[in-house]
């Protein structure tokens, strides 16, 4: 199985860390937070990650040349930044041939269980499949009653299934098949895209009481 470690960003919110080192290897309990996810999908059984870059590229590029992890893993450096749904569609060629494949933020942890969400992403055979959670955040995505995606949530509404984005996804290889030109974009406006004329959907996996925390927050990583 592949997958791919969303790590392009700049790190703004992380700025006195990121100015000189790429968000992946900002330390997280003594070890760049990029190794949390490497230590999750080995486990998982996922034995190829591609990891996308473009601040301080060539310090992840040094990194890997000098850790492997026993993955195969390939770095893609952004000229440009691509965004999130971007840098998906840029992985093309390493990514085209898989029925699915699981893609993460590399600003994340939680405990989660990727195997029950898998089966699930296998069982209903989605365009997508996003890990949500009934949690605090700035921003809601809005499903329906078969936790099918609608869009995002509208302020001041209080809608029963509204729930947080973890940053993972299971994405069906079908993406490539999509036409959609690699440029600077937000993955979910192409799920957005994708679910308008119904032949496909989105759904979400609530992830439920697992722990989760956003790595892109100071107060998070100094905890």
Do not use: C
């Not at 949390?36 to 990194?63: C, P, T």
């Not at 995002?152 to 973890?166: K, L």
């Amino acid at each position: 199985m592949k997958a791919m470690i969303l790590s392009a960003g700049f790190g703004t919110r992380l700025k006195h860390y990121t100015d000189e080192l790429p968000k992946a290897l900002v330390p997280y309990r003594n070890i760049p937070m990029i190794n949390y996810q490497l230590g999750i999908l080995k486990k998982l059984g996922v034995d190829e990650v591609i990891v996308n870059a473009h601040h301080h590229s060539g310090k992840i590029i040094d990194y890997f040349s000098e850790n492997k992890f026993g993955l195969n893993v390939t770095i893609i450096p952004e000229e440009d930044i691509l965004g999130t749904g971007g840098g998906i569609l840029n992985a093309e060629e390493f990514l085209k041939d898989e029925d699915f494949f699981l893609v993460v933020n590399v600003d994340i942890e939680t405990d989660m269980d990727f195997k029950e969400m898998l089966k699930y992403h296998k069982h209903n055979d989605p365009f997508a499949t996003l890990a949500v959670q009934k949690r605090i955040t700035r921003r809601y995505l809005e499903f329906d009653s078969d936790m099918r995606l609608v869009r995002r949530a509208q302020e001041n509404t209080e809608a029963e299934n509204e729930y947080a984005f973890n940053g993972i996804h299971i994405i069906s290889g079908r993406i490539f098949e999509k036409g959609f030109e690699v440029k600077f974009e937000d993955i979910l406006e192409i799920y957005f895209e994708v679910i308008k004329d119904k032949t496909e959907i989105v759904l979400g996996y609530d992830a439920g009481e697992s722990t989760f925390k956003d790595l892109g927050k100071v107060e998070n990583l100094l905890t």
